[in-house]
């Protein structure tokens, strides 16, 4: 039998790539999308798709029944920047959908989950350059909160019950396919799409200021090579470490400049910047390599490259239309 697979969250930034990848992994059929929110209509229409509140822990139960799902992966979460503003519902929504699959995995409804934690689990007191995986993790944000304290329940729930949950920290996420969805990264897209569109940028993080960086292909690549992982290679509950690349707001300029030598920058550090600084500038992520082999693919100037040649299709199609 092929494995099931429900994606809740699947209209947000990374839910959106995973959905495609794994529906090329396991077929359309076998991958079903759920969300609250329908405008991606692309999404929405490419196959099996649930209207499903990630909050309402019957809805979840009834798909994964109704579905046969024996695996889920929990997309759905208020970001760093959104939280911040909306501090309880971000504990409510990142704290009880995770509640949810934990609990149904336990009772046996379903096999397995992915669950991904994040570097906003780190604080002003961890190590900033290379970050080990066991470390100080002191977050002064409700989405690191949740975060922290997530990946405290699921080390419990495997180590209780045996549930197979897996995770990763993800960095900063860089794509071309979907908007981000309100975290303190988000620069580090915006500042593609304005490159291609109106030539400046106003960035709201100072420009030495250094974060851990991924573009989306390797997101999604450790995400499913950690889900294809023999349950005997996966030594960490909580959630491993992740790294790909990680540069200043001042070297995506450059490197954006290469390929648009009019382009120009201009620096206004908001309430993010606070955020950022206590966040590390690298992480070391060689637990996740030597455990199930987690290998890059992209460093900054191949993923500009792709993100400004994908960007500017997108414009000229506009423009057409």
């Known amino acids: 039998m092929p494995s099931k697979i429900l994606i809740i969250g699947a209209c947000g930034q990374i839910g959106t790539e995973l959905t495609t990848r794994l529906r090329e992994l396991y077929g359309v059929e076998n991958v079903i999308a759920s969300d609250i929110n329908t405008r991606n209509l692309d999404l929405v229409n490419s196959g099996p798709f649930e209207i499903i509140d990630a909050k309402n822990f019957n809805a979840v139960k009834d798909c994964c029944k109704n579905y046969n799902i024996d695996t889920v992966y929990l997309m759905a979460a208020l970001l760093s920047a959104t939280g911040e503003k909306y501090p309880m519902e971000a504990w409510d929504l990142n704290m009880n959908s995770l509640f949810h699959v934990l609990n149904l995995a336990k009772g046996g409804t379903i096999k397995k989950i992915f669950w991904p934690s994040s570097v906003a689990v780190f604080g002003p007191t961890t190590p900033t350059e290379n970050t080990p995986q066991h470390t100080t993790c002191e977050p002064t944000t409700v989405y690191g909160i949740t ?165 500017e299709k997108q414009v000229c199609k506009v423009d057409f239309e």
């Open 147 to 311: 975060k922290q304290v997530g990946e405290r329940w699921c080390e419990y729930y495997h180590k209780k019950y045996g549930v197979d949950v897996r995770s990763i920290r993800y960095p900063g996420i860089i794509s071309h396919k979907a908007m981000p969805g309100g975290g303190t990264t988000d620069y580090a897209v915006e500042i593609y799409h304005k490159a291609v569109k109106e030539g400046i940028y106003e960035c709201f993080l100072s420009e030495n200021t250094e974060l851990p960086m991924m573009f989306m292909d390797d997101a999604i690549k450790a995400t499913t090579e950690l889900m294809q992982a023999p349950t005997e290679k996966i030594n960490i509950r909580s959630a491993y470490n992740l790294a790909a690349i990680s540069f200043t707001p001042q070297q995506v300029f450059e490197s954006i400049k290469k390929y648009i030598p009019e382009f120009t920058i201009t620096y206004k550090p908001d309430f993010r910047q606070a955020i950022a600084d206590s966040w590390p500038s690298s992480i070391d992520d060689n637990i996740a390599r030597k455990d199930w082999g987690w290998q890059h693919d992209f460093d900054l100037d191949k993923m500009t490259q792709v993100m400004l040649e994908n960007l």
